[in-house]
């Protein structure tokens, strides 16, 4: 079946630009899941919505930072005035449920701000 | 805040040697799964474990949960060239799963 699907695969912007990165989770799933990784780490947790409503954002770095998920399937990460340390692959996942369910990911958006 | 901490970062192993990587949680956990990341690509689920003193095993691996269920450990016994990547813990302590730092695994053929 289709896994979680994200667009663009690929991104480059200027400094100071406006950016939207969209997920598409697996049917079904009603967890949702933000993560970005920088080249040799771990993934890091920015967002968790279950349904329409982020459960917890403990995660975004800033203010610059903001996702929604209107209705509980597609999200989308939005970035204001990019910084050249934003660059990274942001990942998104889903699953099932929360806690006890595999995360399955999408192949990541790879943001690089110049 | 949470942090899950792996060792090594990096094991260059030769083909048919064994591999473990260890994972540190500051915190109990709920659960803990295990995911592997091909070079270019995403973290997949390996398995998760959730009980205390666990041991679950898949083919040449074997996943344990530490009793107090702050730390776990991935062995694979006998590597092979497929076994490339990298792996990582990820602790869940309630709403979010925290990845580990992450493993590096080169087999040397």
């Known amino acids: 079946g289709a896994g979680v699907s994200q667009t663009p695969s690929n991104k480059v912007t200027e400094k100071g630009k406006y950016v939207e990165l969209r997920c598409d989770p697996i049917?079904?799933?009603?967890?949702l899941y933000w993560y970005r990784q920088s080249l040799g780490q771990g993934p890091e947790f920015l967002i968790y919505?279950?349904?329409?409503?982020?459960?917890?954002d403990s995660g975004l770095p800033n203010d610059r930072f903001f996702a929604v998920r209107p209705e509980g399937s597609v999200s989308t990460l939005k970035i204001q005035r990019t910084e050249r340390g934003d660059s990274a692959v942001y990942l998104c996942a889903s699953s099932l449920s929360y806690r006890n369910s595999p995360l399955h990911f999408g192949n990541g958006t790879r943001l690089t701000v110049t | 805040g949470q942090q899950v901490m792996q060792i090594p970062q990096y094991q260059h192993v030769q083909e048919g040697e064994d591999f473990t990587t260890y994972c540190n949680s500051s915190t109990t956990l709920s659960n803990i799964q295990w995911y592997k990341q091909r070079p270019g690509g995403h973290p997949v689920f390996l398995i998760q474990?959730?009980?205390?003193?666990e041991v679950k095993k898949q083919k040449r691996l074997t996943f344990q949960f530490g009793e107090a269920k702050k730390n776990s450990s991935l062995h694979i016994t006998a590597t092979q060239t497929t076994d490339v990547g990298t792996y990582f813990c990820?602790?869940?302590?309630?709403?979010?799963?925290?990845f580990g730092t992450g493993t590096s695994l080169t087999v040397i053929p």
């Open positions: 919505f279950q349904g329409t409503g982020a459960a917890d």
């Open positions: 474990l959730v009980k205390s003193g």
């Open positions: 990820a602790g869940n302590t309630g709403n979010q799963f925290y």
């Open positions: 049917s079904g799933h009603t967890a």
